[in-house]
């Protein structure tokens, strides 16, 4: 069964860089597919921010790519997101996702979720 | 476009058939997917491709595509069937992945 879990700070200070890891389980980063992070604000709907492919291949949403780097690490089997210069509008729900991209590129798994703040 | 446009509420008597629609000009390229999401939970894939459906998602849900619309439909609908409805598919790039702004189902 495959598993995604998010993990890092859930406080962050207007104008530093928000970093979230996604560790995968049950299944090797390595041997294929797109893995995603979408976010969610309080009360809001669901936000694509970028994925990426097992080979490291990005693709960010144009709303965000000046802010945002998606890098895999996959002697970890781990994904990660980094948005810089943050301001409240990016507190949300954050979400990793795999993409199963065999045929309809659709999320398949998710992780959890994990609140991130952005506060001073 | 990189936009799907979702209705933001419906309601069914429960029992009876609803269906959620998701329009959007990269329909006519790409599938939606189609995601359940209730309060503090992740979405859960529920419909994906033409019309599939992943492991232990009831039959009751089916999913179909006419032009640049894209439908869920739920027939019989059930009290745990209550929750938000996120649609989602690639943008007409390829590129880039858009959601729909949501539609919550209330079941009467």
């Known amino acids: 069964q495959v598993q995604l879990q998010e993990s890092g700070p859930g406080l962050v200070k207007p104008s530093e860089t928000l970093s979230l890891t996604c560790t995968v389980s049950g299944y090797s980063i390595s041997s294929g597919y797109y893995w995603g992070w979408i976010r969610q604000p309080p009360g809001k709907g669901l936000e694509w921010i970028g994925s990426?492919?097992?080979?490291?291949?990005?693709y960010y949403n144009p709303s965000l790519k000046s802010r945002v780097t998606i890098s895999v690490d996959t002697s970890k089997n781990q994904f990660s997101l980094k948005l810089s210069s943050v301001t409240a509008a990016d507190t949300a729900v954050y979400y990793c996702?795999?993409?199963?991209?065999?045929?309809?590129?659709?999320?398949?798994?998710w992780g959890q979720g994990t609140l991130v703040t952005v506060s001073s | 476009s990189s936009e799907l446009t979702q209705d933001p509420a419906v309601s069914v008597a429960l029992g009876q058939t609803v269906r959620i629609t998701c329009q959007g000009d990269?329909?006519?390229?790409?599938?939606a997917s189609w995601y359940q999401q209730k309060p503090g939970q992740a979405p859960v894939l529920v419909i994906y491709g033409k019309n599939n459906r992943p492991s232990g998602i009831p039959d009751r849900f089916s999913g179909s595509t006419s032009g640049n619309t894209a439908s869920l439909t739920i027939t019989g609908a059930q009290a745990e069937d209550e929750a938000d409805y996120y649609c989602?598919?690639?943008?007409?790039?390829?590129?880039?992945?858009?959601f729909g702004g949501g539609t919550k189902l209330t079941v009467l």
């Open positions: 989602n598919s690639r943008d007409s790039s390829g590129k880039h992945w858009v």
């Open positions: 996702a795999r993409v199963d991209s065999s045929g309809y590129f659709h999320f398949d798994y």
């Open positions: 990426i492919y097992h080979s490291g291949s990005t």
């Open positions: 990269s329909l006519r390229s790409y599938y």
